[in-house]
Structure formats: structure tokens, C-alpha cells
């Protein structure tokens, strides 16, 4: 297994990793077409926004991606560098499940963010997807409200 960390030349692997994790995590069927604009948004991402990706491969094939998204927030007294990130479309191929895949990826990314002064990593967990995390040393937290604001 190769893991790396994406560049712009593996644009079309990340879209790639992005599409499938999308219709796994989200039960679409595999024909599902994505909308240009959201493709478009999703390369640009990846081009410009503060982030890293670790891709999983395996003789070419993409078996996992990681998505750890950098955030600028006002300091606090427990996060006096105001740093933080959120831990995004970790995904591990079916038939590489249960190798330590996600491990591997996501604690690349831990210690990327350790690097570079992260304080907090948040994330939204699948249930299948909570015990990993769990042995990362992440854990549950009630501390959060959030309001949803869709563009309509």
C-alpha cells in the first residue's frame, strides 16, 4: 500500500476518492452524476483551500482518501493559536476495510496538525466510523450546537 500526500497533479484521483466516498456514505447509486458546479467547487478546493489529503493506493487503485481542513478561528484560553481543523471524507474502499487503512491516513493527518500547531481536530463520524476514532483518542462531545443555514 503507497499512502501520499495529494498535490494539484492528482486532481482527478481526488475528485475520483471524493465522488465515491460521497455515494458510499451517502447511499447513492454508482451512476450518480454529481453537478458541474459541485465538481467545480470540489477542484477548486482542493486547488486553494487550507488543506491536506492523504490518498491510499494500491497498484494505482485508489483505496482510501483523508481530508484534514485547516481553520483560522480568535484565539481562546484553550486554543490560544485560535488553529484548528476538521477531519473530512475519511473512506476506505471495501476491499480494503479492516488493514488499517483509515488509521494510517488519518493519523498522517494527526500528526501534520500536531506540525503545525493545531490545537482541536473536529469531525462528523459514521457510527461504523467511531470506534477508530475512538482509538485515535478522539471523543464524543456534546459541547457543540450548530444552526444550519441552506442557501436556498
Known sequence: ????????????L???SREETLRAVNRL?????????????SR?????????TVLALEEGRIAGCA???????????????????????VYTHPDFRRQGVG???????IDESRDRGITEI?????EAGRPLYRTLGFRDSDECMVLELNQE
Open 44 to 52: 477548486e478546493y482542493f486547488r486553494e483551500g487550507d488543506q491536506t
Open 1 to 12: 500500500m503507497q499512502y501520499k500526500y495529494a498535490t494539484a497533479d492528482d486532481m482527478e
Open 29 to 41: 447509486p454508482e451512476d450518480y452524476a454529481f453537478s458541474e458546479e459541485f465538481l467545480e467547487a
Open 103 to 109: 488509521r494510517t491516513m488519518v493519523s498522517m493527518l
Open 14 to 16: 481526488l475528485i475520483r
Open 122 to 126: 473536529s469531525l462528523d463520524a459514521t
Open 67 to 89: 481530508t484534514m481542513c485547516y481553520i483560522d478561528m480568535m484565539p481562546t484560553f484553550s486554543h490560544p493559536s485560535g488553529r484548528r481543523a476538521h477531519l473530512m471524507n
